[in-house]
């Protein structure tokens, strides 16, 4: 594709966009590797190495990150983690994103433990959705699952979402003894509540087995016709990352993310940066560029511009071409990826 220029300045304003034609409009932004859950699939007992002060970006770093990426055509920035509410300022942090670029979607992914009194502010800034990390009902399997005492606080977090009527997806990741009457309690919030329910494949990152994973995406599909029947896919003209069901008699939908098949790759209009400031094209890739330093050697934001166009340009075609060229290990967190 050919740049579009400036006008008055010459810098380059044409879309991102990758060597197979996918325009790049969304960010995944993970602002702490810090987390106040220890979920079995995600961390080990004792957590990650947590990076020091200087290791991660700041906010300042990141507010000048977001304005160079929404020039470049992003539109909507999720913030992730660890866990965003961790990290002390994070609010006013997602407030200044706003205010800098009033047109910006703001999305997060919490687990629901820390955030529950800052929902009032998230919905005052305009957030547009909040995904929120819930695998089970039961307050023991819970415990075993995060290694935490949590359930309460993130049910009642559930309810404040709803009851501020801000969109809710949830997120559930299925796991190895995830058992047909977890995923129909789970289907029953969807019942009574207008969530979107999301079923995540459980994907090889610290602590997931690789054969549970292969064995776990080829049945889950089949599995939830099995359990639901009526259940109707719907269509999508937006890109997105999961496949949505609706089913008679429910007031939310519910939904299977595909990760570890990596079924939607030829969609994929993702970025991601890591806490420590690496970007990645893909959440298989072991980085394509280590904006941190970048930043912090230059303060000239169309140089920042324009190295991140030429890592994008280096986007591979899917997930198993990334995991290949990185010897298929994954041995980074989910954690500092930011899911
Ligand atoms: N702490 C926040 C939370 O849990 O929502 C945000 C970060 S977390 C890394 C983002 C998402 O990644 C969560 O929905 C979590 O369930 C998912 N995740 C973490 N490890 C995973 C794994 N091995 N397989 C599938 N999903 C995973
Ligand atoms: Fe923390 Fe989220 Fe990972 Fe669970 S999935 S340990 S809540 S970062």
């Known amino acids: 594709m050919n740049a579009r220029t400036c006008q008055s300045c010459s810098t380059d304003i044409s879309p991102l966009i990758d060597s197979f ?26 957590g990650v190495n947590v990076l020091d002060h200087k290791s991660i970006l700041s906010y300042e770093e990141m507010e000048r990150l977001s ?59 305009g957030i547009k959705g909040i995904n929120l990390s819930l695998d089970t009902l039961d307050a023991e399997r819970f415990k075993e699952i ?47 509540y207008p969530v979107a329910m999301r079923f995540i494949e459980l994907m090889p990152f610290s602590g997931a087995e690789e054969h549970h994973v292969i064995e776990m995406s080829q049945t889950l599909e089949s599995r939830l016709f099995k359990l639901f029947p009526g259940l109707t896919e719907l269509s999508s003209k937006h890109v997105e990352t999961a496949r949505k069901f609706s089913l ?24 991601r940066v890591t806490s420590s400031g690496m970007m990645k094209n893909c959440l298989y890739d072991q980085g394509a560029l280590n ?26 075609k899917n997930g198993m071409e990334a995991a290949k060229l990185n010897g298929n290990s994954s041995e980074d967190s989910m954690a500092s990826i930011g899911g």
């Open 21 to 46: 034609g996918r325009k790049v409009t969304y960010l995944r932004l993970s602002i702490t590797d810090r987390c106040n859950l220890r979920c079995r699939y995600c961390m080990p007992e004792d």
């Open 67 to 125: 304005r160079i990426f929404v020039s470049l055509g992003v539109n909507k920035i999720r913030i992730t983690g660890g866990e965003p509410f961790v990290r002390k300022g994070c609010l006013e942090f997602m407030e200044r994103l706003k205010e800098q670029s009033p047109g910006l979607s703001l999305h997060l992914t919490t687990n629901g433990v820390a955030v529950g009194p800052y929902l009032q502010g998230l919905k005052e800034l």
């Open 146 to 192: 995060t290694r935490r005492d949590k359930l309460e606080k993130v049910l009642a977090v559930f309810h404040e979402i709803l009851r501020l009527e801000l969109p809710l997806k949830v997120n559930a990741v299925v796991q190895e003894d995830t058992g047909d009457d977890e995923l129909l309690r789970m289907a029953q919030l969807v019942k009574d």
């Open 248 to 271: 008679p008699g429910y007031a939310g939908t519910l939904g299977i993310i595909e990760g570890e098949s990596r079924k939607f790759c030829a969609t994929c209009n993702k970025l």
């Open 291 to 316: 904006l941190r330093d970048l930043l912090r050697a230059t303060p000239d934001d169309s140089e920042v511009a324009g190295e991140i166009r030429k890592a994008v340009s280096k986007k591979l």
